[in-house]
């Protein structure tokens, strides 16, 4: 089994360790009905969406862990790193092509 993607350390209202997990992206899916497969990118992400994003992130660490906490310990003062946070956290695990190769297609003919 491969190595877990690498924890993304945040201080909230405590430090905490983000990573986009399977859980998360089903939970950020439940939560705003987008499907973090189809694609989007963070700067067209309402507020709403974003603190769904930073919940996504953070619930493989707290599985208690609501969206209405993330609201509580998300502000103006921190949005934004915790914005950067969730960049990083998707660019750590995002798989290299080179990591997972798909297969050539065969030619007909």
């Avoid at 201080?11 to 497969?37: C, I, N, P, V, Y």
């Amino acid at each position: 089994m491969g190595e877990l993607p690498k924890l993304v350390t945040i201080t909230l209202d405590k430090e905490r360790h983000m990573r986009l997990s399977l859980k998360g992206m089903l939970a950020f899916e439940e939560q705003t009905g987008r499907s973090l497969l189809k694609g989007f990118r963070l700067s067209e992400l309402s507020m709403a969406d974003s603190a769904a994003m930073i919940w996504a992130c953070l619930l493989h660490e707290d599985k208690e862990l609501t969206y209405d906490d993330v609201l509580c310990i998300i502000d103006i003062d921190n949005v934004i790193e915790a914005m950067e946070a969730v960049q990083e956290c998707i660019g750590a695990s995002t798989p290299k092509a080179s990591d997972h190769p798909l297969p050539k297609k065969r030619r007909r003919g």
